[in-house]
């Protein structure tokens, strides 16, 4: 139990930085759906949808490479390795989307805004450079100095947008000679929430100065073969996860027919979806620090004799836990969603909200069933499992955006990673078989579906609400009953 003790206890490091630093940010979403119209914002989903595709290029499979290779042989220095890989790669790429800045602007219909292309690929050269410092934290089990660096980043960030788009323009209207005159323009106006991450991200490189002074720049080819051979299906598993999650806000403005919703425009409707989609972060936020924690734990206790018992134990308490939670945020939502989103056209898209917090929540039920082929190499498997993912995302958001409109990318998102949990599971159990408690399992996701249509299709009601989960819950003790007293007893 102390194995699981200390899982549990990293998981809420990295879930407390996670959670905190992401409603932290959290609040910008009120002051972005306060001050900019579903059309601004609509950009900003767009191009951070692209960024979250970047991403994947620019880190090409390497931390979890790093992962893997740093903890199986102590006699190279792969941290060194992969660093350089990173810092030349990194560099490479951002240095061609500056180059082609102007024509990528105009080819996603944002004349005259090219800097906008600029800042962000110095924020995905600066996101790659520092990822293999920070999985270092993490295989150190450095959650704290993780936790500390992540949440600085938020702070500024946060402080730089408040600066920017709502101090500046309050200073300028009262004061038009004011200094800040020369160094605020408002016709930057939503570009400013890509410069503030830019400078916020740019102070990451002070966080790791130590690192820098010790790292040592070198290339072994043989050695980089294996970590590429170990990563390439990483990065193909995360182009196909990236497609799962971002494809709908990527391709929702150009396939959607013009005039499906009256009195809105495609990228109005992009924003208003993107908005609400912010909604859904809770249940990445279980998700992630999760993920953060379980990764280099399983890495570490693949060798022991109980760990099938142990992983199996660990999949019962994720899904527990987040299906409470898909239930509760899903049934809730109409009481918390206008506190963050300030304008009445932006809470259109509300419906689609619950079928995103199911797909996150086997999202990560996947992420909990991918340890079957990174313990024994097959991360081809991974590979292939994604791809089918990725495909069935494209297919059904071609399918269903011209007929159920931003609705029909949420069914999908909830499909495609429903599908993905059912293939990785059959395929796992052949190849590293887990005593998974599916019964359990089932039960808790189906009771939880189950309260919110039931919430769905009756008259909303704060007492209704609070009653569905409250027998949510006595069903959950009473299944839970036998293994509290086991525990207790142990």
């Known amino acids: 139990m102390s194995i699981l003790k200390k899982l549990a206890s990293q998981t809420a490091v990295y879930g407390l930085s996670s959670v905190l630093g992401r409603m932290l940010n959290y609040l910008l979403v009120p002051l972005y759906t306060s001050v900019f119209l579903p059309a601004e914002y609509g950009i900003v989903t767009e191009l951070y949808a692209y960024v979250a595709f970047l ?117 300028l209207e009262d004061d038009p000679g004011s200094f800040i005159s020369k160094i605020y323009n408002p016709e930057i106006g939503v570009g400013y929430v890509f410069l503030s991450n830019l400078i916020a991200n740019g102070l990451y490189l002070f966080f790791f100065i ?23 299906p990483v990065l ?13 806000r990527a391709i929702l403005k150009y ?34 620090a999760f993920r953060y924690a379980f990764e280099p734990f399983f890495f570490s206790q693949a060798k022991e004799k109980k760990s099938p018992q142990v992983f199996s134990q660990v999949m019962t308490g994720f899904v527990l836990f987040t299906a409470f939670s898909w239930l509760t945020l899903s049934v809730f939502m ?23 917090l199911g797909g996150g929540l086997f999202l990560g039920v996947f992420y909990n069933l991918s340890l079957w082929y990174k ?9 292939y499992i994604s791809l089918i993912g990725a495909f069935v995302t494209f297919l059904l958001n071609w399918i269903l955006i011209p007929v159920m409109g931003y609705l029909g990318s949420a069914v ?20 590293y078989p887990v ?26 009601s704060i007492f209704k609400t609070v009653l569905i989960v409250l027998i949510y819950l006595t069903l959950l003790i009473i299944l839970e009953r036998k293994s509290f007293q086991k525990r207790k007893a142990n």
């Open 412 to 431: 999908a998102t909830f499909v495609t990673y429903l599908l993905m949990v059912i293939i990785s599971y059959l395929w796992g159990m052949r190849h």
């Open 375 to 383: 313990l024994t190499d097959k991360t081809l498997y991974g590979a």
């Open 210 to 232: 130590p690192d820098w002074l010790k790292i040592k720049l070198t290339f072994n080819s043989s050695e980089w073969k294996r970590m590429m051979k170990y990563a390439w």
């Open 236 to 248: 193909i598993i995360g182009f196909a996860g990236v497609t799962n999650e971002m494809l709908s």
């Open 55 to 171: 991403n994947i290029l620019f880190f090409y499979g390497l931390e979890t490479a790093y992962f893997r290779f740093s903890s199986q042989d102590i006699g190279y220095n792969y941290f060194n390795l992969a660093f350089t890989s990173i810092l030349i790669s990194s560099l490479l790429f951002s240095g061609i989307i500056w180059l082609f800045s102007e024509s990528i602007a105009g080819v996603l219909q944002y004349p005259n805004k090219a800097y906008f292309i600029k800042w962000l690929a110095a924020i995905l050269a600066i996101d790659a450079i520092v990822a293999i410092p920070f999985a270092r934290l993490r295989q150190n089990g450095k959650a704290y100095h993780f936790a500390v660096f992540k949440l600085s980043n938020i702070g500024i960030n946060i402080l730089l947008n408040l600066f920017f788009i709502l101090l500046c323009p309050m200073i």
């Open 255 to 288: 396939r959607l027919p013009e005039g499906f919703y009256e009195g809105y425009t495609n990228l109005e409707i992009l924003g208003i979806f993107g908005a609400c989609y912010k909604l859904s972060v809770f249940m990445t936020l279980a998700v992630q």
């Open 334 to 356: 109409p009481y918390y969603a206008p506190i963050f989103l300030r304008q009445e056209s932006y809470l259109l898209a509300l419906n689609a909200v619950p079928w995103l």
């Open 435 to 460: 005593p998974y408690q599916i019964v359990k399992v089932l039960t808790y996701v189906s009771l939880a579906g189950l309260g919110i249509i039931l919430n769905e299709v009756t008259q909303q």
